[in-house]
């Protein structure tokens, strides 16, 4: 498993594009967090970057990566090697490279600029983002057959939590007004891993009051200590449960 | 001013033959109230330093009160410390402190009751229920004194300055912090509240209710549970203060209810939950402040109607303006908002377009609040940007004709 995790690692490396995203982060971060003098802020506009473009990338360049190493994975296949442990190498492979070069291009920057609680924060919000979309990568991939099938699903999904996820939110929340919905909302934003990581970070800033001002329960309950555990653990099932679901799937898989 | 008084006071004294000093010891029981048996009108009564275990000094003679080096009059929980019902009496140099708690009574360190031209200057007041409290009392003055508690909870605990049915008062560079309401205001006119600071009180900074034509300048009001708030007053007025970091779920900066013609301007607000917030207020000039860092710079109800919003810079605050209604009453002109992004062709320094300061993801919060949970989400940023570009949601009368392209140098 780790002969094939490093040939997986060392191809991505050759391949540069981790290199470019690494770059493109890490000179995205010095801009925003130079251009503001408030360390906060320029945080905040960080925050919206990784919320949007960690899963989109992530999940865009996982599933055609996979796609174009089935003849790899075919090949390993025919190898006496298990067949969940070639799937989890590959995810790990992938997952290494893309954590990597999003804590190398946001944190550094950030940990020279601003090194506090809310910056650390922001790195785990990311990091884990890129284990979710790069599993759910993984499932797409064991999925579909089809490439183009695979990365239009890969977008589709990923519009789905950025976006679309939210509007359905505000329908319910818009709807469901009249009734006591705190709880409700709370327990469904735990099914958008990119919600729990937008909250995950707001608990950490000043803004949270904001938060605290429309219902008592948010604060009460995400303003304290179990609020970031629940929402952490929440985040680390979303990565558990995609991989899971594709091991069980490719193990049955006809290739 | 209060020098000149004190000048006047003392000429007053020097042509007052009859006028000798006291000087009081700590070395007997009761030394403090020994000596105003004994002393009469235009006396002064010096007090060494020393610990003095008093309660209900009553003060019924014109007479100046001067501490040497702050000897402490300490009521150790039992009762008031020093209770005036005289006009023109001094109190100055003294530590007063531990008052007794009362249900019955407010119990203060220093009580002003139907009198005129009470000072009370340079006093330090350590953890009493009420510090100085005004009854019925006319151009008083409170001056430079340092008023501190430590209350824990609304109930048992008093204001620093409380003041009620009183008229003229000057209360000038005192320094409260810990009471339930920093400076409390209940039917006096003719203030004015001059360069005061009101920090960590547990309710509000500074509460006044039913009192007209008082003059707010200067003060700074730091870190209080729910900031500011004044109600069912007319012709306040409110120049140069600083309202910071009134943070919290139910804080404000400024919270007006039933307040008219008023004038708030030059103030800052910085990092609050919410700046100003207004409820049935009247005829208010909001000019020439600045809006830092809070949460929402204003929340305008549409119960309120003539007010006018002229020259505020908006800078870094979450939301500009908030409002429960489409109805608006109010005028907005010449104001600077950072987030602004219209353009200035005729390079007259004003936006050619409108600004609206009311963002739709804040009249989605205001209508259903849970809404706040999407806070800095993606989809609430698309939906403010679709908004500006076809407004329809957000009430379009609340408008800025005419907004600055820099922001106003201010301070």
Not at chain 2, 186 to 200: A, G, H, P
Not at chain 2, 282 to 296: A, C, H, K, M
Request: hydrophobic share 45%; proline share 2%; net charge positive.
């Amino acid at each position: 498993m780790k002969t094939i995790m490093k040939y997986v690692v060392a191809d991505l490396i050759r391949n540069k594009v981790i290199v470019v995203y690494a770059i493109i982060l890490a000179v995205l971060s010095f801009s925003v967090l130079s251009i503001d003098e408030n360390p906060a802020k320029g945080l905040l506009s960080l925050l919206n970057v990784t919320l949007l473009f960690v899963p989109l990338i992530s999940i865009l360049f996982a599933t055609i990566y996979y796609f174009n190493s089935i003849e790899f994975i075919e090949l390993l296949l025919a190898q006496p090697v298990r067949r969940n442990k070639v799937l989890l190498a590959e995810y790990a492979g992938l997952t290494i490279s893309l954590s990597l070069a999003y804590l190398l291009g946001v944190g550094l920057p950030v940990m020279i600029i601003s090194p506090n609680l809310a910056a650390i924060t922001l790195l785990l919000s990311g990091f884990l983002l890129t284990l979710i979309f790069t599993a759910i990568a993984l499932l797409i991939f064991v999925l579909f057959k089809d490439k183009t099938k695979g990365i239009g699903a890969a977008i589709a999904a990923a519009m789905f939590f950025t976006l679309l996820f939210d509007g359905l939110l505000l329908i319910f929340i818009y709807s469901f007004n009249e009734y006591p919905i705190d709880k409700a909302v709370l327990g469904i934003t735990a099914f958008n891993p990119v919600d729990l990581a937008r909250i995950l970070m707001l608990l950490q800033l000043d803004v949270a009051v904001l938060m605290g001002y429309s219902g008592a329960l948010f604060k009460k309950f995400l303003g304290t200590g179990t609020g970031s555990v629940y929402v952490v653990i929440c985040m680390l099932f979303w990565v558990l449960l995609p991989l899971l679901l594709s091991v069980r799937v490719f193990r049955k898989k006809d290739l | 001013m209060p020098r000149l008084i004190i000048t006047i006071l003392f000429i007053f004294f020097a042509y007052n033959g009859n006028a000798k000093t006291i000087v009081v010891r700590a070395d007997k029981a009761n030394a403090i109230k020994n000596a105003l048996a004994y002393c009469t009108d235009g006396d002064t009564v010096s007090i060494e330093k020393g610990l003095y275990k008093e309660q209900d000094i009553l003060v019924s003679k014109r007479i100046t009160i001067l501490g040497k080096d702050y000897p402490v009059i300490d009521g150790v929980k039992k009762g008031q410390l020093i209770v005036v019902v005289r006009d023109s009496v001094i109190i100055s140099g003294l530590q007063l402190q531990n008052t007794g708690r009362s249900s019955m009574t407010d119990m203060a360190a220093i009580r002003l009751q139907n009198v005129k031209s009470v000072s009370v200057i340079n006093n330090k007041l350590v953890n009493n229920t009420y510090g100085v409290y005004l009854q019925n009392s006319h151009y008083c003055l409170v001056y430079k004194n340092t008023i501190r508690a430590d209350a824990q909870d609304e109930l048992n605990s008093g204001n620093g300055i409380h003041a009620w049915k009183s008229t003229h008062l000057l209360l000038q560079s005192n320094n409260i912090s810990g009471h339930r309401d920093g400076i409390y205001f209940e039917f006096v006119t003719d203030s004015r509240i001059l360069n005061n600071t009101s920090t960590e009180n547990i309710r509000y900074g500074l509460h006044f209710m039913f009192s007209h034509k008082d003059v707010y300048t200067r003060n700074s009001f730091i870190n209080n549970g729910s900031g500011v708030a004044v109600m069912y007053s007319k012709q306040v007025e409110m120049y140069y203060n600083t309202f910071r970091h009134n943070w919290g779920d139910a804080s404000y900066a400024i919270l007006l209810k039933e307040i008219a013609d008023s004038k708030i301007e030059h103030n800052l607000f910085d990092k609050n939950t919410v700046g100003i917030y207004m409820e049935g207020t009247s005829r208010i000039q909001v000019l020439y402040n600045e809006f830092v860092e809070n949460g929402w710079a204003m929340r305008v109800q549409s119960s309120c109607d003539n007010n006018v919003f002229e020259k505020n810079n908006f800078l870094s605050n979450s939301f500009d303006v908030a409002t429960n209604g489409t109805m608006m009453l109010n005028t907005f002109n010449n104001n600077y908002w950072d987030k602004y992004d219209g353009y200035d062709l005729d390079k007259n320094k004003v936006g050619d377009v409108p600004y609206y300061p009311v963002s739709m993801y804040s009249v989605v919060t205001e209508r259903v609040p849970t809404a706040m949970i999407l806070y800095r989400s993606f989809l609430t940023d698309i939906m403010n940007r679709v908004e500006k570009v076809m407004p329809s949601i957000v009430p379009d009368k609340l408008k800025d004709d005419n907004p600055l392209m820099k922001s106003l140098k201010l301070r």
